[in-house]
T-cell receptor, first 111, second 113 residues
Framework: SQQGEEDPQALSIQEGENATMNCSYK?????LQWYRQNSGRGLVHLILIRSNEREKHSGRLRVTLDTSKKSSSLLITASRAADTASYFCATDAGNTGKLIFGQGTTLQVKP | DVKVTQSSRYLVKRTGEKVFLECVQD?????MFWYRQDPGLGLRLIYF???????EKGDIPEGYSVSREKKERFSLILESASTNQTSMYLC????????????FGPGTRLLVL
């Protein structure tokens, strides 16, 4: 079952602009993670935010989590052409180690 | 750095063939996972394993089986490949406990004719 739903499905921006992607989920979580996937490749972990955290930063990435709304957002600031990729949120809801992935947002950054 | 490798990047098989997809990780991770990825459906969990010789069904186990005889290796088996199993297959591993990050292999794109 798909827990995370991402919005928008696709996003196209100019280099230098900020990109915001949103993720909604349905059940209580332990943490929420964001991953990036370049075309035809495996996923790479970007950032993890725990259920008791509200905001986290890593370089040009900013993640927020609102557990009352069951939603998260990923902000990429000052985007670069190299940020072009698909971005997935994934929720960790229990002690099984399983992640449930959303369908992803495809980001295109035009030079 | 954690490294997760998959035996093939691209694979073409015929309907009815038995297909083996191999995944190896080098970080002594307890947990390993197999996903398939299809356009519009995201990643769906096929099987996962907590440790050697242990396996659990994921969301879409039908038509697949797995084997974990050694800690570093997790194999996905398509007993009789069908065209609807044409997909991108991704393997991942993680350590038990924190951090909860999963490390992914590069993927195997399987085409069943």
């Amino acid at each position: 079952s798909q827990q995370g739903e991402e919005d928008p499905q696709a996003l196209s921006i100019q280099e230098g602009e900020n990109a915001t992607m949103n993720c909604s989920y349905k059940t209580s979580i332990n943490n929420l993670q964001w991953y990036r996937q370049n075309s035809g490749r495996g996923l790479v972990h970007l950032i993890l935010i725990r259920s008791n955290e509200r905001e986290k930063h890593s370089g040009r990435l900013r993640v927020t989590l609102d557990t009352s709304k069951k939603s998260s957002s990923l902000l990429i600031t000052a985007s670069r052409a190299a940020d072009t990729a698909s971005y997935f949120c994934a929720t960790d809801a229990g002690n099984t180690g399983k992640l449930i992935f959303g369908q992803g947002t495809t980001l295109q950054v035009k030079p | 750095d954690v490294k997760v490798t998959q035996s093939s990047r691209y694979l073409v098989k015929r309907t009815g063939e038995k297909v083996f997809l191999e995944c190896v990780q080098d970080m002594d991770h307890e947990n390993m996972f197999w996903y398939r990825q299809d356009p519009g459906l995201g990643l769906r969990l096929i099987y996962f394993s907590y440790d050697v010789k242990m396996k659990e069904k994921g969301d879409i186990p039908e038509g697949y089986s797995v084997s974990r005889e050694k800690k570093e290796r997790f194999s996905l088996i398509l007993e009789s490949a069908s065209t609807n199993q044409t997909s991108m297959y991704l393997c991942a591993s993680r350590t038990q406990g924190a951090p909860e990050t999963q490390y992914f292999g590069p993927g195997t794109r399987l085409l069943v004719l």
